[in-house]
């Protein structure tokens, strides 16, 4: 009779992917299995927070918020709420991004919508507003794609949903290829076409997803548009399965490619630089 082999077990938390953890597994594979695993280790050598990451957060409150109501004083009061930080963070001040900093990006933000998004209002259903909107793909074999859009807007103009995205970034120079093709955006098709059944507003097959990105040394915002087709999904949904083919032979081999080239990224180490070299017993206790 034929032999049954067994397929050996890949750990739940390998199998929930996402927009960030895509970043690091196609960074290093190492790295991806650590953090799925044991996410924590080495943190008391290594802070994992940054100003980068604090002031990127404290912006997409404040525009949440002002989009809801256009109202710059609620938006202010929910990014005090929010930031952990002192007011003139040290580190702050010479990245232009404290909390001061970044009320002058909401009022920024006000501008640039009374200019660039005149035509954009904010989507509400069921009497909710259309922000930070989660959606979810099952993959098979237990793995998971989670994702979420910071908004969804209306243009009244062409009677079209518009996915709405925020960055920031430290850059003095950006470009469009730094955003364009990221999987990410492809995704949101899911939203809009669910928002359009809700609204009974009929489905398209091309929409268009906008880009604001803060540059916060310039003090300026920008704005990047792409049109999106059922064909990026397509093959966004491809990359995603050929993802978790490449997880599940790493785990079924027991073995991850550590990418050196990541190990020095953004003017630091990787958290796990040195760890990784360790054995799997030592650090996961398996």
Not at 52 to 81: C, P, R
Not at 256 to 283: A, H
Request: glycine fraction near 6%; charge should be negative; include cysteine.
């Amino acid at each position: 009779s034929d032999m049954i082999h067994p397929i050996p077990l890949v750990h739940p938390n390998l199998k929930l992917l996402s927009h960030s953890s895509d970043q690091i597994e196609d960074s290093c594979q190492r790295k991806y299995q650590i953090y799925k695993l044991r996410p924590s280790f080495g943190s008391l050598d290594y802070d994992d927070s940054s100003i980068d990451m604090d002031f990127g957060s404290l912006i997409g409150i404040g525009i949440q918020e002002y989009l809801k109501d256009k109202n710059v004083e609620s938006a202010y009061w929910s990014m005090f709420n929010s930031w952990s930080r002192v007011l003139d963070d040290e580190e702050g001040l010479d990245k232009k991004k404290t909390f001061w900093h970044g009320m002058i990006a909401i009022d920024k933000f006000k501008l640039f919508c009374l200019e660039e998004l005149r035509n954009l209002e904010l989507v509400s259903f069921n009497g909710i507003p259309a922000i930070e909107l989660g959606f979810c793909i099952d993959c098979g074999d237990g793995f998971f794609y989670r994702g979420k859009v910071d908004a969804i807007m209306w243009n009244g103009t062409h009677s079209s949903l518009i996915p709405l995205e925020c960055k920031t970034t430290g850059s003095w120079n950006i470009h469009e290829a730094m955003y364009k093709n990221q999987g990410q955006a492809s995704g949101y098709k899911l939203i809009v076409d669910a928002i359009s059944k809700m609204l009974n507003v009929e489905i398209q097959n091309t929409y268009k997803v906008i880009y604001t990105v803060y540059q916060s040394k310039q003090q300026q915002w920008n704005q990047f548009e792409f049109p999106k087709t059922t064909g990026n999904l397509t093959r966004w949904v491809k990359n995603l399965l050929v993802r978790k083919q490449r997880i599940q032979i790493a785990a079924e081999n027991q073995f991850w490619p550590m990418n050196g080239n990541s190990c020095y990224n953004y003017n630091r180490p990787c958290k796990y630089f040195g760890l990784c070299e360790m054995k799997d017993e030592m650090l996961f206790g398996v």
